[in-house]
């Protein structure tokens, strides 16, 4: 199994950029789908970003051309970069990682392990 660390999160004002870091631990030489999620107060978690162990990354159209998620394999780290950060985009955001080559849900329940969450702050 994996742990998730986020970091990265803080208050942003709208149209600013903000990059989101995830440090995986543990059995990082096993395949995994990695993720991205958020979540508001009162609203489900939801699923914005995936990618897959061949780099094949997607996105939900809430942030699709503005959001990218990337890995760097090297030193275990899950990146998202957030441009042209919006109000709506304030939430609680977690890393996410499932067992597996491929990428195939971005619902909660295809995930094993998830991380405490970074939260971001976007302000007008």
């Known amino acids: 199994q994996v742990q998730l660390m986020e970091s990265g999160g803080r208050s942003v004002q709208a149209g600013g950029s903000l990059t989101l870091s995830c440090v995986v631990s543990g059995s990082t030489n096993r395949p995994y789908c990695m993720a991205w999620f958020r979540q508001v107060p009162g609203k489900q978690r939801e699923g914005i970003a995936r990618?897959?162990?061949?780099?094949?990354?997607k996105y939900t159209d809430s942030v699709k051309d503005r959001f990218m998620i990337f890995k760097n394999n090297a030193n275990n780290v899950l990146y998202l970069k957030m441009e042209n950060l919006q109000l709506e985009d304030s939430a609680m955001y977690y890393c996410?990682?499932?067992?597996?080559?491929?990428?195939?849900?971005?619902?909660?329940?295809?995930?094993?392990?998830w991380g405490q969450g970074s939260h971001v702050n976007v302000s007008s």
């Open positions: 996410a990682a499932a067992d597996g080559y491929y990428c195939y849900t971005f619902k909660t329940s295809g995930y094993n392990y």
């Open positions: 990618i897959d162990m061949q780099a094949s990354a």
